[in-house]
């Protein structure tokens, strides 16, 4: 599995990559805005900063549009490509799966974008992605990556269930999909009185109850039919879901840089290594003098 960074910041950008395991980035302008104070403090303007992390990243460098409509967005895609590509040879552009903000938006212009990028040999980042079958389009429209959002799954799904949480908490759907299975176990009644009764207790989002699965369905679809469009699993926000995704196969996990920090550490680890030092003999201490 590729390891993405899921900032904007260069310093973290530049930490990760000393460290030997960053395979690309990702941004958007939510990171963008976060970094912003980072290259104003450098003296330099945004697309200087943008060629920066182009300079410093040997991989893919995912950078958004901001347009809502097709049209628009191929135009801002070429802008981008055609200012930062040919820095490092690495951009990747991010357009949104459906750019509908409300019922009367157009819900394919995102869609469009991307078959029209493909056949401009233009590399794109399917983002936004929150189910299986935007993922399938992805895929057929010609989607270089796909970006599924897990993270902001179990926010939802959370959510809707009036369960408290804080940003970086583990989600289990699985209990939730027992809990649900229990009450549907305790309606009574002879059909179709009972098919509807426990067909009204759902608890998931379509019959997906976290975001590793959302990821593990999107999997079995891609390989299923053989799309070559790389899956990177987003809005990750803890180990456990690193590592479930991993134990999956998929192609890339874009991780925030206090995740990937995590991902080194385990108190059994600490606890070691204070022992071994502890142990150190004198004649031990001489072979490197």
């Known amino acids: 599995m590729k390891i993405f960074i899921d900032t904007a910041d260069i310093e973290e950008i530049k930490e990760a990559k000393k460290w ?13 805005k976060k970094a912003v104070e980072k290259f104003e403090e450098r003296g330099i303007s945004m697309e200087e900063y943008i060629k920066e992390i182009c300079r410093i990243v040997d991989g ?8 809502l409509d097709a049209d628009e967005m191929i135009k801002e895609a070429e802008i981008l490509y055609d200012k930062f590509n040919d820095v490092n040879n690495n951009v990747v552009i991010k357009i949104p799966i459906n750019t509908a903000m409300s019922k009367e938006d157009k819900i394919f212009e995102g869609i469009e974008a991307i078959k029209e990028l493909n056949n401009r040999d233009i590399p794109t980042n399917a983002t936004l992605v929150m189910t299986p079958t935007q993922a399938l389009l992805a895929a057929k429209a010609g989607a270089t990556y796909v970006s599924p959002f897990l993270g902001r799954i179990d926010d939802y799904i959370r959510s809707k269930l ?3 949480f804080g940003k970086w908490d583990l989600f289990r759907g699985k209990i939730v999909k027992k809990i649900e299975e229990k009450k549907q176990e305790e309606k009574k009644g002879e059909m179709p009185l009972l098919y509807s009764e426990m067909a009204s207790v759902e608890y998931g989002d379509n019959g997906i109850y976290d975001g590793i699965e959302m990821v593990e369905s999107i999997v079995k679809i891609y390989r299923a039919y053989g799309f070559k469009t790389k899956i990177i699993a987003a809005s990750v926000r803890n180990v456990y879901q690193v590592r479930k995704v991993a134990e999956m196969g998929v192609d890339i996990a874009t991780i ?3 995740v990937i920090k995590e991902m080194i550490c385990h108190y ?3 606890e070691g290594m204070k022992k071994f030092t502890e142990d150190v003999v004198e004649e031990y201490k001489r072979i490197f003098e």
């Open 162 to 164: 009036g369960i408290k």
């Open 60 to 67: 893919p460098v995912s950078l958004e549009v901001k347009a």
């Open 256 to 258: 925030p840089f206090n």
């Open 20 to 32: 030997g395991i960053l395979d690309g980035v990702t941004t958007n302008p939510s990171l963008i």
């Open 268 to 270: 059994k680890t600490m």
